[in-house]
């Protein structure tokens, strides 16, 4: 891991963890202060939102600990790495946070029915705490929230959901405060219900909040995909060259980290280079719309429907891991024969690469039925490296030759001649120049006619190499 990367990381987890820490000194302070006038005065509205914040310090210890743990690096027992916690504190946060709606709204039920009377006399001080109260919720949510956008963290970012809601939860409680001592102060017996009243209006905050929450966090312990993000991302890898079609995505996320897994079926003559060229690709268009995600890419070979009768002969040769190469296919009399040139290992014996020849062409008629015979020049496939002399220049041989290059009207010159002794044989190699808009095949045909007269003119030759060019870049 780079060292801008591990400074990066640990920055993250520094800012994280402060902003958790603060965040559960303040519910300390505020759940101590609440619980007090709560009990001074008798308010269900403040004891309500002493159990509230009473469990937002559960939350915040869950939160700061978890953010403790969700950063920390995948090991070999958690290979996707610790990133659930955070959910799973979230869930907790929830679920309390259910419990105390509970209690509110029972308590609220038997003072408003009458079962359970208790007098309330609101004080300055519970006033004073209450506001105390908007003010810290309003400071640390404001700091939480800035904190879970920068690095996605579901953790913070339900402690900064709850209290942002404390501030208006608060504020409902103060109102029924404000009504009871207006109660008091009129004889209006009727006001002095405003404190359950607002304690009920409190539980319905903690509901819709729970609610917002639990599902999020349920969706994410279940692995539920980010919404909209898995059509995105496949419409993505279908418009890469070669990709033709995306079997199976799945996208999964683990605190602030997204894993995304997909099964993609690529053209099956593509080469293993090109299949992982085209595997980076999909990666990076993915982590576009997730950025930072850890992909995962499947790659399954595919026949398509414009492959002609050589790319199926080919497909089935390199799926016995073979590559051929000079295939030609002839139609006689309406039945198709195949001549194909094949490369095997120099050190197998005849009857080895016979063999190997034999289930391959056995192989290929039963993928391509149309085919009715086949033809494979075997060849050896060179696997060390041979000794020769210095690369020299031969006047005589170059003379020999020049009369055949004349023979050739497509050929414009030959340049570059030189002559190699390997292994006691003559090796020959050359550069000849040819019209920019000649037919490949027909270069291929006047380069294997012209080998075939080197030798004839020149028996002394073991093996002749032709490099055809373009007469517009004639000297590379």
Not at 172 to 177: K, P, T
Not at 201 to 207: A, D, N, Q, R, T
Not at 322 to 339: A, K, N, T
Request: proline share 3%; net charge negative.
């Amino acid at each position: 891991m780079s060292t801008e990367l591990n400074l990066a990381l640990e920055s993250m987890q520094r800012e994280k963890r402060t902003v958790a820490l603060n965040s559960l000194l303040a519910a300390i302070a505020i759940t101590f202060l609440k619980l007090i006038v709560g009990l001074s005065t008798g308010s269900l509205g403040i004891l309500s939102e002493a159990a509230h914040s009473g469990l937002d310090l559960v939350a915040a210890l869950v939160t700061l600990l978890s953010v403790r743990v969700s950063d920390k690096p995948a090991d070999a027992e958690h290979q996707y790495g610790h990133g659930k916690v955070e959910n799973f504190s979230a869930f907790i946060e929830t679920t309390l946070l259910l419990l105390a709606c509970i209690w509110i709204v029972w308590e609220a039920v038997r003072r408003l029915s009458g079962h359970h009377s208790v007098h309330i006399e609101p004080s300055l001080a519970a006033f004073a705490v209450m506001f105390f109260s908007m003010g810290v919720d309003w400071w640390r949510s404001r700091n939480l929230k800035k904190i879970a956008i920068k690095y996605d963290s579901q953790a913070l970012e339900a402690d900064a959901l709850h209290f942002s809601t404390d501030i208006f939860s608060s504020g409902v409680v103060v109102v029924g405060l404000a009504l009871v001592w207006a109660g008091s102060y009129w004889q209006v017996p009727w006001l002095i219900k405003a404190d359950p009243v607002s304690a009920l209006l409190v539980s319905g905050v903690i509901v819709y909040v729970s609610s917002r929450l639990a599902r999020r966090t349920i969706d994410a312990l279940l692995d539920a995909a980010p919404a909209g993000y898995r059509s995105q991302i496949i419409d993505a890898a279908l418009k890469i060259n070669g990709v033709i079609e995306v079997e199976r995505a799945r996208i999964r996320r683990a605190g602030n980290r997204y894993f995304a897994d997909l099964t993609v079926g690529l053209e099956r003559n593509v080469t293993f280079q090109r299949s992982g060229q085209v595997v980076a690709q999909i990666t990076k268009a993915v982590q576009e719309f997730l950025p930072g995600a850890d992909v995962v890419i499947h790659s399954i070979p595919r026949e398509t429907a414009h492959e002609n009768i050589f790319d199926r002969i080919r497909a089935v040769a390199s799926r016995n891991n073979f590559s051929v190469h000079d295939v030609s296919v002839q139609d006689l009399g309406g039945r198709l024969h195949v001549e194909q040139h094949l490369e095997l290992d120099e050190t197998l014996s005849l009857k080895d690469a016979h063999d190997v020849v034999t289930v391959l062409e056995t192989e290929i008629r039963n993928s391509v039925p149309e085919i009715s015979t086949i033809l494979t020049h075997i060849e050896s496939e060179p696997s060390t490296i041979e000794s020769g002399n210095t690369v020299v220049r031969d006047a005589v041989l170059e003379q020999k030759l020049k009369p055949v290059v004349n023979e050739f009207p497509e050929v414009v010159d030959m340049h570059d001649v030189e002559i190699k002794h390997v292994r006691g044989k003559i090796y020959m190699s050359c550069h000849c120049t040819m019209s920019d808009d000649l037919p490949l095949s027909r270069v291929h045909d006047v380069s294997t006619e012209l080998e075939i007269r080197f030798k004839q003119a020149a028996p002394e030759l073991f093996k002749v190499l032709i490099h055809p060019e373009p007469q517009t870049d004639n000297r590379r």
